[in-house]
């Protein structure tokens, strides 16, 4: 999962899961442009195995927050050894461009490690097949992620939300699952044809909340916000600390 190379950054020119817009509108005589993206709304569940009082997470590479981190690093000031001018104009001049690969006759250390670009999330996915019901895309999606297949009617619902308001505002519908070891047919992992690179991660409930808060663990909000919920709606049924 952490062996990333032969990076490119490309134009985005046709996408089937974003689409680019800009929307003029007035808003109290004031005239307002606002540019955003159309894409899918999305399910997500939480997952807990009451064999082992454990939560089932997914753990992947995702570009756009390795761009961001490299972005980030981009940006750092010069360290105590300043490079000389030369040696600066030279990083500028093999930093890559847009549409330039960015492999070919680079040092390594331009790029941060492929674990800057790793997050902890629920299983999830989109919600891009019109003629079936959240519930059964949760359900589907719980099995190729994680490996557990459990009827849609177990799925719990918790609620649903915007996300990425300032740039989508698609919605996600959030579900709760509870599991045991019989549930799990398969080792999970995503759907390869599709490219998904899945790991599937469980954290013990007792350290639920250790983990939602510690801001060393890159992870969703989706996760900090399930494990609060089980917390305050689930945790007493079990008897166990979550580690408030």
Known sequence: MEEINNI?????????????????????????????????DSVSVLIFNTTSHCFVLVKQFRPAVYMCEWEKAKMQPPQADE???????????????????????????????????????????LVDKPDLPLEEIARQEVLEECGYDVPASKLKR???????????????????????????VGAGGGEPREGELIEVVKVPLHEAMTFAYDERIPKTMGVIFS?????NNMSPKYKISTNV
């Not at 007035?26 to 540019?35: A, E, L, P």
Request: aromatic share 12%.
């Open 8 to 40: 490119e950054v490309v134009p985005c020119t046709e996408s089937n899961y974003l689409k680019p817009f800009r929307v003029n509108y007035n808003q109290n005589g004031t005239k307002k442009s606002w540019d955003f993206m159309r894409t899918h």
């Open 227 to 231: 494990f609060i919920w089980f917390h």
């Open 83 to 125: 490079k000389t001018a030369e040696g600066a104009a030279e990083a500028s001049a093999s930093e890559p461009q847009e549409g330039q690969s960015a492999s070919a006759g680079e040092s390594s250390s331009q790029w941060p490690p492929a674990s800057a670009g790793v997050t902890y999330e629920l299983c999830a996915g």
């Open 158 to 184: 918790i609620t649903s939300y915007r996300s990425g308001v300032g740039v989508t505002g698609a919605k996600q519908t959030m579900f709760y699952a509870e599991v045991s070891d019989d549930n799990c």
